[in-house]
């Protein structure tokens, strides 16, 4: 199979992928299978599928690392989008539809509720990662760019505290999350390349 090809199925795939929760939410949604409480289902669920893609997003490094297979980091723009997505759907649900656009009781729970203040610092962060992801930002930025995009390590973060802090009585899915974070974070270490030997002394 050419590279070209690979390219081409990877993305369909990631695509597909992509957009399953959000055909799962609509099918939900009309088929009234959102529960008793459908705004807390929404919530949950675009909250759960935007963490699910940021982490997502952090794996595409180690994996191309451990595997040999080059192509796939064409896909990690795609999967951080879609991390971008949800996570704005998840923003829209709480303002438009739970909070009814009340934008005094907006501010004032994000400036007096933990989980909600790091939830929207991390959707704050996302913005210029969205942003600048095409090429020509890549381009303008140059060496800045990988900096900024270093960003995305503390957006994870905040996203599991915000998972955890979230969580009522049952924290394990959140600590679950915290774990698979940690692997991520592990598993970009660059490990030292071992010294060369020196190379043999001619006898006298």
Do not use: C
């Not at 599928?49 to 297979?69: D, N």
């Not at 723009?77 to 539809?97: D, E, K, M």
């Not at 933990?114 to 969205?130: E, K, S």
């Not at 900024?148 to 503390?154: G, I, K, M, T």
């Amino acid at each position: 199979m050419s590279r070209k090809t690979q390219v081409r199925a990877l993305k369909v795939a990631l695509w597909l992928a992509g957009l399953y929760p959000l055909a799962r939410l609509i099918w939900r949604g009309f088929t009234g299978d959102l529960g008793a409480n459908p705004i807390e289902e929404l919530l949950h669920r675009t909250g759960d599928a935007g963490i699910i893609f940021v982490f997502a997003s952090l794996a595409f490094t180690p994996i191309r690392r451990f595997t040999g297979w080059n192509p796939i980091i064409q896909g990690r723009r795609l999967i951080g989008l879609f991390a971008f997505f949800y996570v704005s759907l998840h923003f829209f649900v709480w303002i438009a539809v739970d909070q009814t656009l009340d934008w005094e009781f907006i501010v004032e729970d994000i400036a007096e509720r933990p989980f909600v203040t790091v939830g929207f610092v991390a959707w704050l962060l996302l913005i210029p990662l969205a942003v600048t992801s095409t090429r020509g930002w890549i381009r303008r930025l140059g060496k800045r760019w990988r900096r900024l995009h270093q960003l995305v390590y503390v957006t994870a973060s905040l996203g599991a505290i915000h998972f955890y802090w979230n969580a009522k009585a049952d924290t394990f899915l959140p600590w679950v999350a915290i774990g698979v974070l940690a692997a991520l974070f592990a598993a970009r270490i660059r490990r030292p390349k071992p010294p060369r030997s020196a190379p043999p002394q001619a006898s006298a």
